[in-house]
């Protein structure tokens, strides 16, 4: 089966299938750390300003050449400039990067499914309020060698079904049901947090920039971030843009996308804050601000923080969820495109393969932490190559390839619907993506390179 034959039922239900890529452990997990170790309100400012000067451009160039081929990554650049079909290696090369993502987004969700588990069993509450119990047990649970393996592989079962049941079947119902379902659980905890004891401090942490704190590294920090959150830079978003129905507005697609996936991100920062400040405890904690901090707060609350805490690694783990569907979708689609085999095998053996990866990142960290590549272990190799390698080239490619290789009127037909939408953003959109995204990439990568 092609690609070309599927697509989303409607524009709600194209717009909530990538919200759900790109809300994720990203927006939960991943943004109040990073904002919390550069600084807060500063950060929080920057990584806005790049989210819509740059993502969006990026999502938008992805739909653009994702709907104009209908077809995945590899066969999309060959499709749209077939004198110079090298630039289908681009799309094998973001393909790959969906690959390694996935990988190490099952260890991640393998542990917030567990921590649903340990919530709902007591354990988590069983460890009190003091910080080193709760930290020793997120320590040993992430470096056991089997109990993280088996969350990790029942989290991939359940990606596998919903992949299993098809674009409109899987994708679009799962992701119209659990994205409302999760914003409604990040509001409950929003209240909870903010009517915390000292909640302010940590409003005003968030809201209050203060400039002198933010460093170059930061704001290298809060690019990375913005793509990231929004899932671009690796092909998942020119799949989806590929299921985009002929008569929707990209631009406002788009735009939808990226302002639900911001307000995520800020209402995440507004139920961590205020209660890692109510706790007195260091806003900048590290990748360990949720597993560690969070259940210290729950256990503040008594059999209350049970609930809240059972609730909020189901929302993580409901988020990660619809995040790692869309990168299965990648792999999947791309496969069948190219095997003319049928979706479900490829499905079931990406699916074990991709596992088969995680189980060898998540085990990197415990019994096999002695395997090093340039003096880091898989994991953390893999986590490096996934911020400052892979997604940067590829999200420099994909500019340079709208701005650059495909013909303007190509662009803007596509942009505009075949010319039946006014679309008086165009100008600027294809200011961004020729010269300001690909600058800001390339210092990027650069930058990373060098740092
Ligand atoms: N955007 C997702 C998140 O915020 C992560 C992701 C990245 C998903 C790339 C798909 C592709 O968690």
Known sequence: MSTQQKSFSSSLGAIMAAVGSAVGLGNIWRFPYTCGKYGGGAFLLVYICFVFLIGSVLMMSEFVIGRRAQHTPIKAFQTLCPRHKAWGLLGLLGVITSFFILAQYLVLSGWTTGYVSHSITGQLAALGTSSAPISEHFAQFSTHPVQPVIYLVVFSALVLCVILGGVQKGIENVSK???????LLILVLCVRSLTLPGAMKGVEYLFSPDFSKLTGEGILAALGQALFS????????LVYGSYIPVNENIFKTAMWITTCDTLIAILS??????????????????????????PNVFNTMGTAGIVFSVLFFLLLTVAALTSAISLL????????????????????LLSLLVTALGVLFSMSLGTLSHIKITGLTLF???????????PPICALG??????????????????????????????????????????????VFISGILM
């Open 177 to 183: 049901v659990l994205m409302p379902v999760l914003a």
């Open 230 to 237: 929004l899932s671009v830079g690796m092909g998942v978003m």
């Open 269 to 294: 920062g507004l139920a961590i804050f205020p209660a890692v400040f109510s706790c007195g405890l260091d806003p900048a904690g590290g990748p360990g601000l949720v597993f560690c901090v969070l």
């Open 329 to 348: 979708e990648v792999l999947t689609a791309t496969f069948a495109e190219h095997t003319r085999t049928r979706r479900a095998f490829g499905a079931i």
């Open 380 to 390: 953390d190799f893999i986590d490096r190559v996934n911020s400052i390698y892979l």
């Open 398 to 443: 994909t500019v340079i390839f709208l701005g650059w290789m495909m013909p303007d009127a190509d662009v803007r037909d596509e942009f505009s619907n075949h010319g039946t939408l006014s679309v008086p953003v165009y100008g600027l959109f294809r200011f961004i993506a020729r010269y300001i995204a690909p600058l800001a990439l390339l210092v």
